[in-house]
């Protein structure tokens, strides 16, 4: 992961375990998707670019902003 996407391997595994912690193990645990990582990354750093006097519109935008980025077929 970390090769392909420019990150650290230490950041590509807390990537992973932020996914896995976020999607994979609520309601049911299951295996992370690749799908959940990139959802991880993209809420992440839409998280931290927000300013911290804004409103938190993230939290009602999210799953458009990650569809948006994410191609559909993965």
């Known amino acids: ?3 392909r996407f420019g ?3 230490a950041t590509a595994r807390e990537l992973v375990d932020g996914a896995r ?3 994979a193990d609520w309601p049911v ?3 992370v998707k690749f799908c959940d990582v990139v959802h991880f990354f993209v ?3 839409c998280l931290r670019e927000q300013k911290p006097d ?3 519109w993230i ?3 999210i799953g458009q902003v ?3 980025i994410i191609p559909q077929n993965i």
Do not use: L
């Open 1 to 3: 992961m970390s090769s």
């Open 7 to 9: 990150v650290e391997d």
């Open 21 to 23: 912690e976020s999607y």
């Open 29 to 31: 645990a299951r295996d």
């Open 43 to 45: 809420a992440e750093r």
């Open 54 to 56: 804004e409103t938190h």
């Open 59 to 61: 939290h009602g935008r």
């Open 66 to 68: 990650v569809r948006d």
